[in-house]
């Protein structure tokens, strides 16, 4: 028996506001038709406690927090850390650890894999791991390149140490390549080119999309390349650290980006007889949020379904990618 890290309780929240996707061919090729939307004076810390209070409201005990990870790229500033500030909103001990890291849509495994680390070294007994992003933020509403396929939202994971001679965790794989780093991109706003002093430009391109160096760009056909490029070898790295094979896996939950990138995924790294997670119909892309988002709805949807592995995988901004194994045999409480 050694301490081992396992997923004890999840949960989300979607802002109040929503937007309608045109019901086009685009539309019905990603399968986005609802996004939520923060309001202009939501930021993702409102969105993080909100999901977070769902843990706490239904038998969670704050004082038994010793970690909060928060994993975001629109935080409420640039200094100070945003999890400091969800430490004190919480009203949780002042004894715990925080830290925020920006990542995006593989910053769900990076924050699982960071407390499997803080648990195994006992550094913390219970890591209150949390995701928050208002891209909508950064969106120019006169682009939709992207405008129709990202959504905010909020989620929560409560991570547990217990005693165990099978690991919750296992099987965590990264990747990154920074050579793609300007393919999505806000680029002012920063130090390396900062609001103050640089001149707002606008930009149209050939389809009328407009958006200006204050705004989200992402090139979608190098992102999807991108993806069809790595994940299925990290499939593959994932099982061989495992063990496993293919059929031992009883959910494949990757990054929920669109419908159509997900069923070519799951063509090329050859799933198409496993169960597989494809639903962003009311969601979009809520990058950091996609993941555990998946995870409670498909655990809902499953709920005699024996789910003792369950392979996740984020790929996107960065550009970065990470996947591993989760144990949701246990009764994980999803809220």
């Not at 905010?152 to 547990?160: K, M």
């Not at 555990?292 to 392979?311: E, G, T």
Request: hydrophobic share 40%; with cysteine; glycine share 8%.
């Amino acid at each position: 028996m050694s301490l081992q890290a396992y997923i004890s309780a999840l949960s989300y929240y979607l802002p109040e506001k929503t937007e309608d996707n045109e019901l086009n061919r685009l539309t019905k090729k990603t399968g986005i038709y609802h996004r939520h939307i923060a309001a202009e004076n939501e930021c993702a810390s409102d969105l993080a406690i909100k999901a977070a209070e769902k843990l706490f409201t239904n038998g969670i005990d704050k004082a038994s927090i010793d970690f909060i990870l928060f994993c975001t790229q629109s935080p409420d500033y640039v200094l100070p850390t945003t999890a400091c500030i969800l430490q004190d909103k919480l009203g949780l001990p002042k004894t715990i650890g925080a830290l925020d890291f920006n990542l995006g849509c593989s910053g769900y495994i990076y924050g699982i894999s960071m407390a499997k680390g803080l648990i195994e070294t006992r550094q913390a007994q219970n890591v209150l791991l949390l995701t928050a992003e208002t891209y909508s933020k950064y969106i120019n509403l006169q682009d939709n390149t992207v405008r129709p396929l990202f959504g905010d939202a909020a989620t929560a994971t409560l991570i547990t140490g217990k005693e165990s001679k099978i690991e919750g965790i296992k099987g965590i794989t990264f990747g990154t390549d920074g050579n793609g780093y300007n393919n999505l991109i806000v680029p002012m706003g920063a130090s390396r080119i900062p609001h103050s002093g640089t001149l707002l430009k606008e930009e149209s391109d050939k389809y009328g999309n407009i958006r200006t160096n204050a705004n989200l760009y992402m090139n979608g056909a190098a992102i999807s390349d991108f993806a069809l490029d790595v994940v299925p070898g990290t499939v593959k790295e994932i099982l061989n650290k495992c063990k496993m094979n293919k059929g031992d896996i009883d959910y494949y939950v990757f990054h929920q980006a669109n419908k159509f990138m997900l069923k070519f995924l799951q063509e090329k790294c050859e799933l198409l007889e496993q169960p597989y997670w494809n639903d962003v119909s009311n969601y979009g892309n809520t990058v950091s949020n996609s993941i555990p988002i998946a995870l409670v709805d498909m655990i809902k949807q499953n709920r005699k379904k024996v789910l003792k592995n369950v392979m996740t995988i984020g790929f996107g901004v960065g550009l970065s990618w990470a996947g591993c194994v989760l144990n949701l045999e246990e009764s994980v409480s999803i809220l």
